[in-house]
Structures are given as C-alpha cells and as structure tokens.
T-cell receptor, first 114, second 114 residues
Framework: KQEVTQIPAALSVPEGENLVLNCSFT??????LQWFRQDPGKGLTSLLL?????REQTSGRLNASLDKSSGRSTLYIAASQPGDSATYLC?????????????FGKGTLLTVNP | DAMVIQNPRYQVTQFGKPVTLSCSQT?????MYWYQQKSSQAPKLLFH???????NEADTPDNFQSRRPNTSFCFLDIRSPGLGDAAMYLC?????????????FGPGTRLTVT
C-alpha cells in the first residue's frame, strides 16, 4: 500500500527566505506526482504536476523535483512571501491498477512571517 | 469561468440528523469524486461516479451515500452523522478516469456535528 510522508509537518520562515518542502513515497511505481496548496478552510489548488518521466517542473517562484527511484519529491519556493502561507500537500497516482486514485500526504503547514 | 462549486461552504448538523452536501460543475466532466479530510489529515477518497456508475471505496462507511442525478450535480448524503464525521468534504471532477486526467477540486464544505 502506497504511503506518502511529508516532512516537516510545519515550517515557519521569515519573508524572503528560500525554502524546500519534502515529500516521500514508499512505492516508486507512480504515474505522476502533484503538489497542491490549501489555504485554511479552503479546497485544493493544483500547483505543479510532474510526470514520472520528468525530473522537475517550474512555475514562477515554484520548482518541484522528482526522484522516482528513491521515492522523493521536493517543492522549492524562492523568495517566500507572506501570501505563500498555506498548507502544501503532495499526492501520487499509481502507474497500474486503479491509477485514478490520488494518495495524499498530510501536508506541510508553511507560515511566512513579514 | 468553468468551475467546481460546493454548497454550502459551512454546514452544522446535529448528531444523528441526516445531512446532504452538494457539488456542481460546469466543466462537463465525466467523473466526480468525494473526499473526506479530517483536521491535519490527508484527504481520503470516499467514492466516485464515472458517468452514472457509482464506485465505493472498500473502507467507506455505509453511513455515507451519494447521488448523481445528472452530469452537473453530485450529492453526498450522511445518513446519521456522528461526531467523527466532522471534517472538510472535498468534491473533485476529472474529464475521464485514469492517471492522465487531472482532478479539479472545489472549495470544500466544512461539516460540524454538534
């Protein structure tokens, strides 16, 4: 059974700092990995989706990397801003079987202090 | 804009009193999903509809039911809510079933059980 772990569970940084959020998964047979943002009491907003054949994806100040063989992904946020404060979740889809299913981590709660 | 809409955004119900949560979509997607997300936990898939075909996850309690009267609408019915059912309920849609099809999430309904 796939398990997704995100470390740390919470992170507090000063504004302007570059930071890395970590995601690990136990089964490397994935189709893709996706990073989401969740604001308090809100739904999920997709940030980046990386296919299993890709090593990284970039969108603005965000860069997500994937090392499928080691079961790891990172989300790099450059020049953090208070508006980046949210919970960041990663999720993986399996490459076989019920491959529509997303397995989520519990998320990392990021606070960016002005 | 095409989107996924959930109503209400906040719902308070009493222990044991049936409650219905609503999801609608303007994306004309074939698949609609319901997830449960408890505080600081990963979202958990309850069930999905592929067109009119209902697919229940094996560990979804019988207390949870769903209806999809047409392509646009999907309802989550909780027959006898317990205190443990307090959570954020997320609706998502995708054009088709499979890992290649990204899921689009609504803003969620936060359910409180008193």
């Amino acid at each position: 059974k796939q398990e997704v772990t995100q470390i740390p569970a919470a992170l507090s940084v000063p504004e302007g700092e570059n930071l890395v959020l970590n995601c690990s998964f136990t089964d490397s047979a994935i189709y893709n990995l996706q990073w989401f943002r969740q604001d308090p009491g809100k739904g999920l907003t997709s940030l980046l989706l990386i296919q299993s054949s890709q090593r990284e994806q970039t969108s603005g100040r965000l860069n997500a990397s994937l090392d499928k063989s080691s079961g790891r992904s990172t989300l790099y946020i450059a020049a953090s801003q208070p508006g980046d404060s949210a919970t960041y979740l990663c999720a993986v889809r399996p490459s076989g079987g019920s491959n529509y299913k997303l397995t989520f981590g519990k998320g990392t709660l990021l606070t960016v202090n002005p | 804009d095409a989107m996924v809409i959930q109503n209400p955004r906040y719902q308070v119900t009493q222990f044991g009193k049936p409650v219905t949560l609503s999801c609608s979509q303007t994306l004309n997607h074939n698949v609609m999903y319901w997830y449960q997300q408890k505080s600081s936990q990963a979202p958990k898939l309850l069930f999905h509809y592929y067109d009119k075909d209902f697919n229940n996850e094996a560990d979804t309690p019988d207390n949870f039911q769903s209806r999809r009267p047409n392509t646009s609408f999907c309802f989550l019915d909780i027959r006898s809510p317990g205190l443990g059912d307090a959570a954020m309920y997320l609706c998502a849609t995708s054009p088709d079933l499979g890992a290649a099809y990204e899921q689009y999430f609504g803003p969620g309904t936060r359910l409180t059980v008193t």
